[in-house]
């Protein structure tokens, strides 16, 4: 049984390493996407409150979510993602994700 119900924890036939398109700029470019416009809602509305409040709400959810994403998929494609990573941040300010 998966540990973590809302990450898939094993590998199908034809899962791939998707590295092309949007992949190519940000290892998680939804996440990216949900962050900024998160933040990015309360700066429109001016409101000074929910600026730092989402950002750091959205940051630490993203850095624990990703961290244990990415242990799934290095255990998934082993070296392809670890170049990958190399290669492509995960887009979200000082979120590294998980090293080897």
């Not at 409040?53 to 993203?62: D, G, K, P, T, V």
Request: hydrophobic residues 40%; charged residues 10%.
């Amino acid at each position: 049984m998966c540990p973590f119900l809302t990450v898939q924890c094993e590998k199908s036939n034809d899962h791939v390493l998707v590295t092309h398109g949007v992949y190519a700029w940000f290892r998680h470019p939804s996440y990216v996407g949900w962050f900024y416009w998160s933040v990015g809602t309360q700066i429109v509305l001016l409101n000074p409150i929910c600026v730092p409040a989402y950002a750091i709400a959205s940051w630490h959810f993203f850095k624990t979510r990703i961290y244990i994403e990415e242990i799934t998929l290095l255990n998934f494609f082993g070296q392809s993602y670890c170049d990958y990573q190399q290669k492509v941040s995960t887009g979200l300010p000082f979120i590294k994700g998980y090293k080897i």
